[in-house]
């Protein structure tokens, strides 16, 4: 019995461990573009020991995307207890905050944007669904807040994936400042400047909250 206890506990830290450089592997390359001689390759070890811990690669990359779930609902669990309001909208701010700082890991961003783009997958389109799944009756078990108050949330944090996968905060550009939430300066007029001078556009404002 110990020696079987013992062989569980080395699998599984084994399996940690295969995960996180895995999540990196996956990430950069995507799940159609990643092998598993890729990952086996990458953690050190051969790919028939990789089979002993997963069964083939779509069940390593679902175990990447539940834990990437579990990072987003304990972030959640730590807002919303930090929170000292019962206002829902205080509660939907802070749980904002906190799914940017979740995100800001680019890997943990891309684990989910490429398995929604391949949950045509059977195993990774049931994962997707249930990360989304026990994300929204989460939200809503500790938030209070409204169906279109949970709506709006969710549809804020898939514009933010897009703004962080793309870099847009490294562009300054009119499109890039209206998707930030920034003031856009409107057009020049000649009655601007002294002598019909057209002015210079204005930068963006601040974010919006």
């Keep these: 019995m110990e020696t079987r206890t013992r062989q569980?506990?080395?699998?599984?830290?084994?399996?940690?461990?295969?995960?996180?450089?895995?999540?990196?592997?996956?990430?950069?390359?995507?799940?159609?573009?990643?092998?598993?001689?890729d990952v086996a390759k990458a953690a050190g070890i051969s790919q028939g020991y990789l089979y002993r811990l997963f069964k083939d690669k779509e069940t390593l990359f679902v175990a990447l995307v539940d834990y990437c779930s579990d990072r987003?609902?304990?972030?959640?669990?730590?807002?919303?207890?930090?929170?000292?309001?019962?206002?829902?909208?205080?509660?939907?701010?802070?749980?904002?905050?906190?799914?940017?700082?979740?995100?800001?890991?680019?890997?943990?961003?891309?684990?989910?944007m490429h398995a929604q783009g391949c949950a045509g997958e059977p195993g990774i389109g049931e994962a997707v669904r249930r990360c989304y799944a026990?994300?929204?009756?989460?939200?809503?078990?500790?938030?209070?807040?409204?169906?279109?108050?949970?709506?709006?949330?969710?549809a804020d944090a898939l514009l933010s994936n897009v703004l962080v996968a793309i870099d847009a905060d490294a562009v300054d550009a009119p499109w890039a400042r209206t998707l930030r939430g920034q003031a856009v300066a409107g057009p020049p007029t000649r009655a601007a400047e002294p002598g019909g001078g057209r002015p210079g556009r204005g930068r963006g404002g601040p974010r919006a909250s």
């Design 72 to 112: 987003l609902r304990e972030s959640v669990a730590t807002a919303a207890a930090s929170v000292r309001s019962t206002d829902p909208q205080a509660v939907m701010q802070a749980l904002t905050a906190s799914y940017d700082e979740v995100i800001a890991d680019r890997d943990v961003l891309m684990i989910l």
């Design 8 to 37: 569980r506990s080395t699998a599984d830290e084994r399996r940690a461990t295969v995960m996180r450089t895995a999540i990196k592997t996956f990430a950069a390359r995507g799940y159609y573009g990643t092998s598993t001689t």
């Design 134 to 154: 026990k994300q929204v009756e989460y939200v809503r078990a500790v938030s209070g807040a409204s169906e279109e108050q949970i709506r709006r949330y969710f």
